[in-house]
Nanobody, 124 residues
Framework: QVQLVESGGGLVQAGGSLRLSCVAS????????MGWYRQAPGKQRELVAD????????NYADSVMGRCTISRDNAKNTLNLQMNSLTPDDTAVYYC?????????????????WGQGTQVTVSS
């Protein structure tokens, strides 16, 4: 099993910044794409940003383009999201996702893991 633990959420005023972090642990062979998703009350979960294993390719939702930067440290299996110029529309639970190959009693196989989520609240 692969576990993801997020941190860095909280309450911030509009215009402020937050940095989210996620650490992957467990029997990992390789972590491929990692990403941040968010879910606001009454809405579906949506992609915020993701990044390939080498970090050479990133993808951002239009709503956060230019305000957020995703990065990763493969040696530490960590994922970060720097969020600037936050608005109340950014209020949501933010989830870390990781996909790759992991070990189990059955051998090596794919995993697609989610963290428990971290709350981000932006006040106006």
């Amino acid at each position: 099993q692969v576990q993801l633990v997020e941190s860095g959420g909280g309450l911030v005023q509009a215009g402020g910044s937050l940095r989210l972090s996620c650490v992957a642990s467990g029997l990992i062979s390789r972590v491929n794409t990692m990403g941040w998703y968010r879910q606001a009350p009454g809405k579906q979960r949506e992609l915020v940003a993701d990044i390939t294993s080498g970090g050479g390719s990133t993808n951002y939702a239009d709503s956060v383009m230019g305000r957020c930067t995703i990065s990763r440290d493969n040696a530490k299996n960590t994922l970060n999201l720097q969020m600037n110029s936050l608005t109340p529309d950014d209020t949501a639970v933010y989830y870390c996702n990781a996909r790759g190959l992991g070990y189990s009693s059955a051998g090596i196989g794919p995993f697609d893991s989610w963290g428990q989520g971290t709350q981000v609240t932006v006040s106006s």
